[in-house]
């Protein structure tokens, strides 16, 4: 017999996860707009009738800061993106107290194993996809395009990356992490084969973001039992977290900073160079309005003439923090920062807590989630401490 229940539970997952970052499904606005308030009516009508406590005082906080921006800025053309990233805390707060603990990652982690397997299979054909393009959609995206197969992207400028039906491969990385995290620290079945395809998944999307994710996964497995662990799994935790670290300054440009000192004239990498400049951006605007943030349109007035200055054109910076810190201001991002670093399994020691909230702060710290619902899910759950089972 067919659990409607259960069913329900995929299908609003499946919607959050297109809502985050699917682009080979086009989904028309006005259903987009009617399914987002239709469903936030009736969670937040659900989580009245149970007069829910936990997680009402962060809603709140969300609500007070979001509408502290929208009315002092003056925000009123992007009303609209202020409503859906309440209805993605309702969203978030309804699935934190109606879902059993640990169902949402465990539901997340099964649909992300069909879509790895999926694009994995795809990607092997990628040869054959490049010589079959004719009568397939055509999406563009920044600075590349995508042919859309509807179950794959193929890249139409970088075949060789694999990023499934997400907008880039650096997305299609982020969504792999989270699933993988999940299945590192439950024993779930099958946890090897599945480790070992989202291993396999990032490893073709050839994203930093990806290969940062892999070198996280094996701190945390030798980080989950450090009591048990001798100087050799110490010594390799220690040189795990430098290539970490190695990785990361050298995502953010600090390497490329110190050879401009040194060695004037040398060409840098565009992309890097791009993705700093935004994020400087991001931080310039913020300190302008730290406390509530200039709003949507007050950043996207203020990015292309300060953009100018640094000799980059630039819409919005591929960071979930800095983007949020100069739109909604700096107490925004710590709520948010607070409940995304609470994502661990309740009986872990303090060093796997500490390499987890680092891992969670570097996911999004490369692509900006800030209105996307699977980040505000994530927080909430962090903040209801239901991400996973009861010694999970």
Request: positive net charge; proline residues 3%.
């Given at each position: 017999?067919?659990?409607?229940?259960?069913?329900?539970?995929?299908?609003?997952?499946?919607?959050?996860?297109?809502?985050?970052g699917?682009?080979?499904?086009?989904?028309?606005?006005?259903?987009?707009?009617?399914?987002?308030?239709?469903?936030?009516?009736?969670?937040?009508?659900?989580?009245?009738?149970?007069?829910?406590?936990?997680?009402?005082?962060?809603?709140?906080?969300?609500?007070?800061?979001?509408?502290?921006?929208?009315?002092?800025?003056?925000?009123?053309?992007?009303?609209?993106?202020?409503?859906?990233?309440?209805?993605?805390?309702?969203?978030?707060l309804?699935?934190?107290?109606?879902?059993?603990?640990g169902?949402?990652?465990?539901?997340?982690?099964?649909?992300?194993?069909i879509?790895?397997?999926?694009?994995?299979?795809?990607?092997?054909?990628?040869?054959?996809?490049?010589?079959?393009?004719?009568?397939?959609?055509?999406?563009?995206?920044?600075?590349?395009?995508?042919?859309?197969?509807?179950?794959?992207?193929?890249?139409?400028?970088?075949?060789?990356r694999?990023?499934?039906?997400?907008?880039?491969?650096?997305?299609?990385?982020?969504?792999?992490g989270?699933?993988?995290?999940?299945?590192?620290?439950?024993?779930?079945?099958?946890?090897?084969?599945?480790?070992?395809?989202?291993?396999?998944?990032?490893?073709?999307t050839?994203?930093?973001?990806?290969?940062?994710?892999?070198?996280?996964?094996?701190?945390?497995?030798?980080?989950?039992?450090?009591?048990?662990?001798?100087?050799?799994?110490?010594?390799?935790?220690?040189?795990?977290?430098?290539?970490?670290?190695?990785?990361?300054?050298?995502?953010?440009?600090?390497?490329?900073?110190?050879?401009?000192?040194?060695?004037?004239?040398?060409?840098?990498?565009?992309?890097?160079?791009?993705?700093?400049?935004?994020?400087?951006?991001?931080?310039?605007?913020?300190?302008?309005?730290?406390?509530?943030?200039?709003?949507?349109?007050?950043?996207?007035?203020?990015?292309?003439?300060?953009?100018?200055?640094?000799?980059?054109?630039?819409?919005?910076?591929a960071?979930?923090?800095?983007?949020?810190?100069?739109?909604?201001?700096?107490?925004?991002?710590?709520?948010?920062?607070?409940?995304?670093?609470?994502?661990y399994?309740k009986?872990?020691?303090?060093?796997?807590?500490?390499?987890?909230s680092?891992?969670?702060?570097?996911?999004?710290?490369?692509?900006?989630?800030?209105?996307?619902?699977?980040?505000?899910?994530?927080?909430?759950?962090?903040?209801?401490?239901?991400?996973?089972?009861?010694?999970g």
């Open positions: 017999m067919l659990n409607l229940s259960k069913i329900n539970k995929y299908l609003l997952l499946v919607w959050i996860i297109i809502l985050s699917v682009w080979s499904i086009s989904v028309p606005p006005l259903l987009t707009i009617v399914l987002n308030f239709t469903l936030s009516i009736y969670m937040l009508m659900k989580l009245c009738s149970i007069k829910e406590k936990r997680g009402t005082p962060i809603i709140i906080l969300f609500v007070i800061l979001l509408f502290f921006t929208f009315f002092l800025n003056c925000d009123f053309s992007s009303w609209m993106s202020y409503a859906f990233i309440i209805c993605f805390c309702i969203m978030g309804y699935i934190s107290a109606f879902w059993k603990e169902e949402f990652l465990d539901k997340y982690s099964n649909i992300m194993t879509i790895v397997v999926i694009s994995l299979i795809m990607y092997c054909f990628r040869s054959f996809l490049a010589t079959h393009q004719t009568g397939f959609p055509i999406i563009q995206g920044q600075a590349v395009s995508y042919t859309n197969y509807f179950m794959y992207l193929y890249c139409r400028e970088l075949p060789d694999n990023c499934a039906i997400f907008w880039e491969p650096g997305a299609f990385a982020v969504f792999i989270i699933a993988l995290f999940y299945i590192l620290v439950t024993n779930k079945k099958n946890k090897l084969l599945r480790i070992f395809l989202f291993v396999i998944a990032l490893l073709t050839q994203s930093t973001l990806a290969y940062t994710i892999i070198l996280f996964a094996i701190l945390m497995s030798l980080t989950m039992h450090t009591d048990k662990g001798g100087f050799l799994q110490k010594m390799v935790i220690g040189i795990l977290s430098t290539f970490i670290v190695l990785i990361i300054m050298n995502e953010f440009g600090i390497f490329q900073n110190i050879q401009e000192k040194l060695f004037t004239g040398i060409q840098t990498n565009a992309s890097s160079r791009a993705r700093n400049v935004a994020q400087m951006i991001d931080l310039f605007i913020a300190t302008k309005s730290p406390l509530v943030g200039v709003g949507f349109n007050g950043y996207f007035e203020q990015v292309h003439s300060i953009g100018t200055l640094f000799g980059q054109k630039w819409t919005m910076a960071n979930t923090f800095t983007f949020m810190a100069a739109i909604f201001g700096i107490p925004y991002v710590l709520i948010s920062v607070n409940g995304i670093i609470k994502i399994p009986n872990t020691n303090v060093m796997f807590k500490i390499v987890s680092c891992f969670w702060i570097w996911l999004f710290v490369t692509q900006n989630f800030v209105q996307k619902p699977i980040f505000y899910c994530l927080i909430f759950l962090g903040y209801m401490a239901s991400a996973f089972e009861k010694g």
